[in-house]
Nanobody, 116 residues
């Protein structure tokens, strides 16, 4: 079955960086676009970044453009989110997501806290 396992979250100071990873299994990874979402405290879950199957097309939320980079390694079945210049408002649980045949698949999430 489809499994998405995020890692790489933690506590970081404002201006710092983190790299999130999402290890995927149970499906043909290279056949699917992949996405990162986040849920900030008291807010609805929101799309942060998306990447096409081959990684040629990437899209970002306005709030993270120029600071975050999504990438993927189809040989390792892994999608990444490089987060630079982190701000306190980036504090959230970050989730890996894909949809297949009308079914939504989510990872368990990884907590990112940006605080001094």
């Amino acid at each position: 079955q489809v499994q998405l396992v995020e890692s790489g979250g933690g506590l970081v100071q404002p201006g710092g960086s983190l790299r999130l990873s999402c290890a995927a299994s149970g499906f043909t990874f290279s056949s699917y676009a992949m996405n990162w979402y986040r849920q900030r405290p008291g807010k609805e879950r929101e799309l942060v970044a998306a990447i096409s199957r081959a990684g040629l097309s990437r899209n970002y939320a306005d709030s993270v453009k120029g600071r975050f980079t999504i990438s993927r390694d189809n040989a390792r079945n892994t999608v990444y989110l490089q987060m630079n210049s982190l701000k306190p408002e980036d504090t959230a649980v970050y989730y890996c997501y894909l949809t297949s045949r009308g079914i939504d698949y989510w990872g368990q999430g990884t907590q990112v806290t940006v605080s001094s």
